[in-house]
């Protein structure tokens, strides 16, 4: 059974910064991308990054340059460095994984945590 645990949030007022975690277990096959997504506090769910397993990283444009998306593949990790936070960054932060099968191809066996919490306010 993959289980996906998000760590790391907290509440941090503008500008501060925060370091999410992301340990996925279970797994018998080859983790490929990882991703992090936030829901929004309107339900909004926003893809914000992912890095393949070769390490090419991936950003949306309102987080490039204040966050960086990084992995431990030996550790079944990946983590997100928020630098410079907006309160417009509040949500859920989740993260995911592609993991197909063996002979299955990638990008469609995608596996989710339950998500962190972020709060940037005053």
């Known amino acids: 059974q993959v289980q996906l645990v998000e760590s790391g949030g907290g509440s941090v007022q503008p500008g501060g910064s925060l370091r999410l975690s992301c340990v996925a277990s279970g797994s018998r096959f080859n983790i490929y991308t990882m991703g992090w997504y936030r829901q929004t506090p309107g339900g909004q769910r926003e893809w914000i990054a992912a890095i393949t397993r070769g390490g090419a990283t991936n950003y949306a444009d309102f987080v490039k340059g204040r966050f960086t998306i990084s992995r431990d593949t030996a550790k079944n990790t990946v983590y997100l460095q928020m630098d410079s936070l907006k309160p417009e960054d509040t949500g859920m932060y989740l993260c995911?994984?592609?993991?197909?099968?063996?002979?299955?191809?990638?990008?469609?066996?995608?596996?989710w945590g339950q998500g962190t919490q972020v709060t940037v306010s005053q």
């Open positions: 995911n994984a592609d993991i197909p099968p063996p002979g299955r191809p990638s990008g469609q066996f995608y596996y």
